[in-house]
């Protein structure tokens, strides 16, 4: 549960070998210091952790279609686990998850490639690759189905201009995961790209200015400074980035029109629960998929926590 | 200031909010009492506008305010409205999902106030009038019905020399005349074979004799019904229609109304939709669906329900009552967007788009088969598209999948009545 909210874990792990502060008598100050972390606290209580708790009940439970609802043991689950979709789900999940990874290396190619002294512009490029993702996934959806379009979309123009076939991307089984991926990626680099230049700013310039003195080239300052002194912040972006695209749901159902001949290919854990609990009447099982889908994030983020020993380098 | 607005308007909210659940049918505040009026079709608003314009003409205390959700989340959020208790007073029913709401207890039984006020309730065509009662009680009043016909481009007919599509029609006319439209040059198809059920897939279900839901069994898996769907792989698969990959992203309709698809099979209630197109008022034309081994369209209509967690029963009762009587259904023939279900109204309708023969659509109700429904409809039909899909895309198999499918749908269905 607590490894899902990577902070907790983190702050964890950072005040590790530090001794646990003795308890005070409260004081004033301390006081005020809860008043303060109170508003987040009651906000989690009722926004993550009671429907959390809710939610693990209700998979034990069969739903009314407009309420009410009976106690039917562990049904719920074998439905979940028996379910070929639910296996396809996973399998495109996973796909996106991994698709969606990509936009970490984009995003720190970017962020060193505009951390260059004396570069230009740099809030316009930053406010440019940022757009995308402030913009409404709905919206984002729309024009990338319009872009895709195998009738009269652009990126079918420019294939064609080389010679080469039309596709209808999102409507082929073939394409359409990679499709969706690539919007994905598309619109969550810039955030990534925000994340990495605050942390390319904070490696100390004089690293830099001796390795020039050393002869070492651009890219050479690269690997051998700003990569390994970044990744702190990679790790935590690639759990942020891992979860959010374990949880992909809006692009999907905005981009796969309901008789897509490849939905059942491109159909994530998220879609495959809403369309369970909101169009199918099967609350009960929806809410133990969405279990199921908790867990399984929560245990790929402790293998992370695992191998970050094994890659990130505190300074 | 932006920002100050917005919570302004948050505050507001529930004080407006409780301001509303006082009025009760306006007795206790006497003002007017405000409807609100649940609908998914935006081309319907304009004519529906003018319906309750004459409504609220008749009754000064009431006043109708659409609803306006589209149909691709109408459900998902009438649901979520009711269990919230901010559904709309009145809004549109299909016969898709009447059993699970009648059955849930959150619709308000009619047929005492339908016996009470003399409605013409038996003005309405029978066969529709009973998709809306469950277990002997009438939970809703239709207001239009609709059945499907083909539509044919006469330019692009006439370019091929072919005759146009009539009574005599047969399946194996389509075949040929399919096959002579067909222009891939360029990028004409002679047929949009879309993967659509109640436009598609159950009129040839039916046409070929097979069935999709009878005694609570599925049909998919009857040789006859498979012939029905093949019918439309067929035309996939010679290349004679776009696959169904290709009308996701452009729908057939679309095809037809930009003239790269000579045929469609095509719903009634979007004639006006057709009528809209400049391009194709001198020359689409509309026909019987042509025969297969027998003689069938699909007859569905929608008709207004009344939630029962209204706290208004009264004035959305007279607005149920007055949608099913003579004038509501003339306004709404008129304004030409759907064939209005009231007895001797449906000329109105045919007469508001004199372009195309639209009676053809009237002459089916003889063979019309009803929308099929169950409890839980939407979870088998549910399944059909995705077990389709391929078949649909020219991949073939389309037997085996229609197989898997009425297994599937016999266990959905199994599983509802347990």
């Known amino acids: 549960m607590m490894s899902v909210f990577p902070s907790t874990a983190a702050a964890k792990k950072a005040g590790r070998g530090e001794p646990a502060a003795p308890p005070a008598p409260k004081s004033r100050s301390q006081r005020a210091a809860y008043l303060f972390i109170a508003p987040l606290g009651i906000g989690f209580a009722v926004f993550y952790f009671w429907p959390l708790l809710q939610t693990f009940y209700y998979s034990f439970t069969e739903f009314g279609a407009f309420g009410g609802h009976t106690w039917i043991g562990t049904d719920n689950y074998v439905r979940v686990l028996k379910d070929v979709t639910v296996w396809q789900a996973l399998g495109n999940t996973l796909i996106y998850c991994a698709i969606g990874l990509l936009a970490l290396p984009v995003a ?9 002294r004396g570069l230009r512009g740099v809030a316009v490029y930053r406010a440019l690759y940022f757009i995308p993702f402030v913009t409404l996934p709905v919206a984002v959806g729309l024009v990338w189905n319009w872009l895709y379009n195998g009738d009269y979309g652009l990126i079918n123009e420019a294939f064609e201009w080389f010679g080469a076939d039309r596709r209808y991307w999102v409507s082929d089984p073939s394409t359409a995961v990679y499709a969706i991926g690539a919007v994905m990626v598309w619109s969550t680099t810039g955030y990534y790209l925000i994340i990495f230049m605050a942390g390319i700013k904070g490696i100390p310039q004089d690293y830099y200015e001796a390795a020039e003195l050393d002869g070492a080239g651009p890219l050479r300052r690269f690997f051998t400074i700003t990569l390994p002194l970044l990744s702190p912040t990679i790790f935590f972006a690639s759990i942020i980035c891992m979860i959010n695209s374990l949880q992909t749901f809006d692009l999907i159902y905005i981009m796969m029109a309901e008789k897509n001949p490849a939905i059942g290919d491109t159909q994530s854990v998220v879609s495959l629960f809403y369309k369970w609990a909101f169009i199918e009447n099967a609350q009960g099982a929806a809410a133990a998929l969405a279990f199921l889908l908790m867990l399984i994030i929560a245990a790929l983020t402790l293998v992370q926590f695992r191998l970050q020993k094994r890659w990130v380098h505190y300074a | ?20 659940g006082q009025s009760d049918d306006g007795k206790r505040s006497g003002g007017r009492t405000t409807l609100s009026y649940g609908v998914w079709d935006v081309a319907q608003v304009p004519g529906l506008q003018k319906v309750i314009d004459a409504f609220e003409k008749e009754n000064p205390g009431i006043s109708v305010r659409m609803e306006l959700t589209p149909w691709s989340s109408y459900w998902t959020t009438l649901k979520t409205s009711m269990r919230g208790g901010t559904a709309p007073d009145v809004f549109w029913m299909n016969a898709v999902n009447l059993q699970l709401y009648a059955s849930s207890g959150v619709l308000e039984p009619l047929s005492g106030h339908i016996k009470s006020d003399r409605t013409p309730v038996d003005r309405h065509p029978e066969s529709l009038v009973k998709v809306y009662a469950y277990q002997g009680t009438q939970y809703g009043i239709p207001k239009d019905f609709d059945t499907i016909g083909l539509w044919y481009n006469k330019a692009l007919f006439d370019k091929a020399g072919i005759k146009y599509p009539d009574t005599t029609w047969t399946w194996d006319d389509v075949r040929d005349a399919a096959a002579e439209l067909t ?31 009878k005694d609570g069994e599925s049909g998919f898996g009857d040789e006859r019904s498979i012939e029905g769907l093949r019918y439309w792989t067929d035309m996939i698969d010679r290349g004679w229609s776009p696959p169904q990959s290709a009308m996701v992203e452009s729908k057939a309709r679309n095809r037809f109304w930009s003239e790269k698809a000579a045929m469609v099979y095509e719903i009634s209630a979007y004639s006006g939709q057709y009528h809209a197109v400049p391009a194709l008022k001198d020359h689409a034309g509309v026909a019987v669906l042509p025969k297969g081994r027998e003689r069938a369209t699909i007859i569905h209509g929608l008709a207004n329900v009344i939630s029962a967690k209204s706290r208004k029963k009264a004035a959305a009762w007279k607005f149920v009552r007055f949608m099913a009587g003579r004038k509501a259904a003339e306004i709404q023939a008129s304004a030409g967007i759907t064939i209005s279900s009231y007895e001797g109204t449906q000329d109105a309708w045919l007469r508001s788009m004199p372009e195309f023969d639209l009676k053809h659509y009237i002459e089916m109700l003889e063979y019309a088969v009803p929308y099929p429904s169950s409890k839980n409809t939407a979870v088998w039909e549910n399944l059909q598209y995705p077990l389709l899909g391929a078949a649909f895309s020219g991949k073939g198999g389309i037997e085996s999948a229609a197989r898997t499918l009425g297994e599937q749908m016999d266990r959905a269905l199994k599983e509802e009545r347990a």
């Open chain 1, 108 to 116: 720190i190619g970017v962020a060193a490639l505009l951390n260059r």
């Open chain 2, 183 to 213: 222009n891939p040059r360029e990028r004409v198809h002679g047929m949009a074979a879309e993967m659509d059920r109640q436009a598609q897939l159950y009129p040839a279900i039916h046409g070929a004799g097979g069935y999709v839901l």
């Open chain 2, 1 to 20: 200031m932006r920002r100050r607005t917005l919570l302004y308007g948050a505050m507001a909210a529930p004080l407006l909010a409780a301001c509303s």
